[in-house]
């Protein structure tokens, strides 16, 4: 379900500027993200394919990598832009690795170089039922 509040446009410049970055050289489809960490700072990051398609890296999973590197453990909001006919969501994989590190009302915007708008989900819309740490505590 799209959330109403207005994402930060800020990441959105953000994970557009840093898209041409890609390493995209077998599928063509170069992805940006960036994310505010609860530090205040934006980590920014591309995917980066591999002959080994399993052995890529997703640019959500790479801007987690950065804010986690840098001390910070906490996703306030997230920005993903590429070049698709509508906005691009998330993996399932970077869907779950957001998750570890986002709250419920985590705004997530999925972005498109084209004209369209971005369409903005909390975390809880994009994953309703992720695996949590408190899944594996006892009794839980």
Known sequence: MPDERKPD???IEAAAA??????APYSGFAVGAALRGADGQIYQAVNVENAAYPQSICAEAGAIAAM??????EILEIAV???SPS???????CRQKM?????????????TTRSRAPLTMRMVDLLPVGFVKSAMEEGG
């Open 9 to 11: 446009p800020l990441l």
């Open 18 to 23: 840093i898209r041409p970055r890609a390493y």
């Open 68 to 73: 986690v590197a840098a001390g910070c453990t």
């Open 81 to 83: 832009i590429a070049d």
């Open 87 to 93: 906005p691009v969501a998330p993996c399932g994989g």
């Open 99 to 111: 998750r570890e590190f986002a709250k419920d009302d985590a705004l997530i915007t999925m972005a």
